[in-house]
C-alpha cells in the first residue's frame, strides 16, 4: 500500500520562501516507489485543485504551472523503498496560499496536470503567505 506524507507548511510573508517535503512509502503494484512520478497540487478555500509542480521516475523531467515557474522547483531523492519529493517555494506571494498536497500515479506513468490521474495522495499541508 501507498502512504504519502507531506510535511513542511506553514506561515510566512510574501516574498519569503518554504519547503515542502513528501515521504512517499509502500507499492501497491510490486513496484517501487522510484518508479512512480510525483507531484505537487494545492486548493485554496472555495477553488479546484490545481496542479503545481511534477517530476519524472529519475527526476530528468519536470513541469511546473505558469503561476510558480521561475519561483518554484522540485527534486526528488529515490531511496531503496522510499521516496522524497521536495518543493522549493521561493518569492511567495499571498495568492500561492493554499493547502498543498503530494501526489503520485501509477509505475512507470506520466506528469499529468489533472488531478484525476492521481491515484495516491498525501493528506495536505497548510500553507499561509500573509501580505
Known amino acids: 500500500q501507498v502512504q504519502l506524507e507531506e510535511s513542511g507548511g506553514g506561515l510566512v510573508q510574501a516574498g519569503g520562501s518554504l519547503r515542502l517535503a513528501c515521504k512517499a512509502s509502500?507499492?501497491?503494484?510490486?513496484?517501487?516507489?522510484?518508479?512512480?512520478?510525483m507531484a505537487w497540487f494545492r486548493q485554496a478555500p472555495g477553488k479546484e485543485r490545481e496542479f503545481v509542480a511534477g517530476?519524472?521516475?529519475?527526476?530528468?523531467?519536470?513541469?511546473?504551472a505558469d503561476s510558480v515557474k521561475g519561483r518554484f522547483t522540485i527534486s526528488r531523492v529515490n531511496a531503496l523503498n522510499t521516496v522524497y519529493s521536495y518543493l522549493q517555494m521561493n518569492g511567495l506571494k499571498p495568492e500561492d496560499t493554499a493547502v498543498y498536497y503530494c501526489?503520485?500515479?501509477?509505475?512507470?506513468?506520466?506528469?499529468?496536470?489533472?488531478?484525476?490521474?492521481?491515484?495516491?495522495w498525501g493528506q495536505g499541508t497548510q500553507v499561509t503567505v500573509s501580505s
Open positions: 501526489a503520485a500515479d501509477r509505475p512507470l506513468g506520466s506528469i499529468h496536470l489533472s488531478p484525476n490521474e492521481y491515484t495516491y
Open positions: 509502500g507499492s501497491a503494484t510490486g513496484s517501487t516507489m522510484s518508479t512512480y512520478p
Open positions: 517530476i519524472s521516475q529519475k527526476g530528468s523531467i519536470t513541469k511546473f
